[in-house]
């Protein structure tokens, strides 16, 4: 079935630190990832996104990774900030519908 | 540019009762997508409208429904609401429907029904 995951609901951080989330998704006709930081009181922000021709985009201090052959999605945090914490969903689309499959989030802490 | 902006950003209502929440996209922004968000979980896809068509639906029964303006803004209806649509409601906005791109959510109206 369609479903996106997070292999862990929390990850704790010391400040300045590289953050790995990852993520995975079961349907193999997803051609579009997202992924998006919510912070309390707030809706999701936009990250990164990645195309499924692609394995690898990189953005200011981000990283996103895709891996089709194990369904798995990964953001990769760099140098992480006391305002990275947040909680962060993978997200994914098929085809051009526009709808997008979230996952349930994985919590980022980061200790100064 | 003002993004997405939602009203009202709070709302307690009873069982029974009827809510519209509303949306206005960004500027230029076609596209309106709703999800609802309960506490813990990710938002739960439940339409998206382009052009003023319905053009998604998620697994939401006939309770829920919406509609967009010409303005491209839309509303969010619920008749009969129960204790479970206690949520966070998102509207979303994106520039076209058809085309892989992210899209931009307003903070939400949160619901809280009695």
């Known amino acids: 079935g369609e479903s996106v995951g997070l292999h862990l609901p929390t990850l704790s951080v010391q400040e300045g630190d590289n953050s790995i989330i990852n993520c995975a998704y079961s349907n193999s006709a997803s051609d579009y990832f997202i992924w998006y930081k919510q912070e309390s009181g707030k809706g999701p922000q936009f990250i990164i996104d990645i195309r499924s021709n692609m394995d690898k985009r990189q953005g200011q201090r981000v990283t996103v990774l895709l891996n089709k052959t194990v369904k798995h999605l990964s953001l990769q945090i760099a140098a992480t900030q006391p305002g990275d914490s947040a909680v962060y969903f993978c997200a994914e689309n098929i085809g051009n519908a526009g709808k997008s499959t979230f996952g349930d989030g994985t919590t980022l802490t980061v200790k100064p | 540019d003002a993004g997405v902006t939602q009203s009202p950003t709070h709302l307690i209502k009873t069982r029974g009762q009827h809510v519209t929440l509303r949306c206005s996209p960004i500027s230029g922004h076609k596209s309106v997508s709703w999800y609802q968000q309960v506490l813990g979980q990710g938002p739960q896809f439940i339409f998206q409208y382009y052009e003023k068509e319905e053009r998604g639906r998620g697994n939401f029964p006939d309770r829920f429904s919406a509609r967009q303006f010409p303005n491209y803004s839309s509303e969010l209806n619920v008749n009969a609401l129960l204790l479970g649509d206690s949520a966070l409601y998102l509207c979303?906005?994106?520039?076209?429907?058809?085309?892989?791109?992210?899209?931009?959510f307003g903070d939400g109206t949160r619901l809280s029904i009695l």
């Open positions: 979303a906005s994106s520039r076209d429907f058809g085309s892989n791109q992210p899209q931009h």
